[in-house]
Nanobody, 121 residues
Framework: QVSLVESGGGLVQPGGSLRLSCVASGNTGSIYALGWYRQAPGQVRELVALMSRDGRTTYGGVSMEHRAIISGDIADNTVHLRLNRVGPVDEGVYFC??????????????WGQGTQVTVSS
């Protein structure tokens, strides 16, 4: 079993940077990708950034590619997210997501509880 603990978020000033961390524990050897999604009120959950075990990164669109940095190492069970030049569109709940592989070969996702991000001066 795997659990995810998120930290960071809260109040961020417009134009500033958002920093989040996600630490996985438990049977972490089954994790093949770890990253962040976000969900604004009334909106669907969307990808911010994801890192795979081999170090490859995926960002949720051009805006994220230019503003987001995901770092860390799944082997160390930790990923960090930095999102620069935040604005009102970046408000919402940010979720850590782990993509896991069972011994049977089937894949499944695990979500953290989420952390609220508010952009305001």
């Amino acid at each position: 079993q795997v659990s995810l603990v998120e930290s960071g978020g809260g109040l961020v000033q417009p134009g500033g940077s958002l920093r989040l961390s996600c630490v996985a524990s438990g049977n972490t050897g089954s994790i093949y990708a770890l990253g962040w999604y976000r969900q604004a009120p009334g909106q669907v959950r969307e990808l911010v950034a994801l890192m795979s075990r081999d170090g490859r990164t995926t960002y949720g669109g051009v805006s994220m590619e230019h503003r987001a940095i995901i770092s860390g190492d799944i082997a160390d069970n930790t990923v960090h997210l930095r999102l620069n030049r935040v604005g009102p569109v970046d408000e919402g709940v940010y979720f850590c997501k782990a993509e896991l592989l069972r011994e049977s070969g089937t894949k499944y996702d695990l979500w953290g509880q989420g952390t609220q991000v508010t952009v305001s001066s």
